[in-house]
């Protein structure tokens, strides 16, 4: 099945500071999803970014896609604490039925 | 509030038992997915139901069992259980196949 990666595994910045994340996939996919998870909570979604489009912005979220090289990356900008959190890629299976998640990227934001 | 109602928030019980997770979809949404996550498996897929019926199977071993009902809400049937199914299981509900999901805040199962 198809499964995103995220890279870093962990990442750690000032508030303030950008931070990037990003996230490699194995095959064609029509759309391709964030969420955050804060530590022992669900998951909520973050965007979604179809095939088509490549670049998509929502609040201090920008999200980019190249289908060419099966990867996207997510920026948070000016960060703040709050936005400590696990951050994962999502990419439906190959049969579009269910969503696949990456390990993860724990994301840690210092005062 | 993600509108997914996940009970109960926490289990604890012993190996061999068998318990039931139950899962309230946000209304209207037809799709209810079933994930586990732990530290070293991160979060894997388990079964999804549309509208009552199986729709995809993942990494589900054969003592776990699930099914929708016909108000959609669905329960994970997990028996014999082990340590190594302590984890937190999570229900998510969309409205169509491969969209948006929505969570619950899971169930943190403890098998002592």
């Known amino acids: 099945s198809q499964q995103g990666e995220e890279d870093p595994q962990a990442l750690s910045i000032q508030e303030g500071e950008n931070a990037t994340m990003n996230c490699s996939y194995k095959?064609?996919?029509?759309?391709l999803q964030w969420y955050r998870q804060n530590s022992g909570r669900g998951l909520v979604h973050l965007i979604l970014?179809?095939?088509?489009?490549r670049e998509k912005h929502s609040g201090r979220l920008r999200v980019t896609l190249d289908t060419s090289k099966k990867s996207s990356s997510l920026l948070i900008t000016a960060s703040r604490a709050a936005d400590t959190a696990s951050y994962f890629c999502?990419?439906?299976?190959?049969?579009?039925?269910?969503?696949?998640f990456g390990p993860g990227t724990r994301l840690s934001v210092l005062p | 509030d993600s509108g997914v109602t996940q009970t109960p928030k926490h289990l604890i019980t012993a190996t061999g038992q068998r318990v039931t997770l139950r899962c309230s979809p946000r209304?209207?949404?037809?799709?209810v997915y079933w994930y586990q996550q732990s530290l070293d498996q991160g979060l894997q897929f388990l079964i999804q139901?549309?509208?009552?019926?199986?729709?995809a199977k993942g990494n589900i071993l054969e003592r776990f069992s699930a099914q929708q009902f016909p108000d959609l809400h669905s329960e994970l049937n997990l028996s014999s259980l082990e340590l190594g199914d302590s984890a937190l299981y999570f229900c998510?509900?969309?409205?169509?196949?491969?969209?948006?999901?929505?969570f619950g805040s899971g169930t943190q199962l403890s098998v002592l």
């Open positions: 998510a509900s969309s409205s169509h196949r491969a969209g948006k999901l929505f």
């Open positions: 095959t064609s996919i029509n759309n």
């Open positions: 970014i179809r095939s088509n489009e």
């Open positions: 999502a990419t439906p299976d190959n049969y579009g039925q269910n969503f696949v």
């Open positions: 209304s209207g949404d037809l799709s």
């Open positions: 139901y549309y509208n009552g019926e199986e729709r």
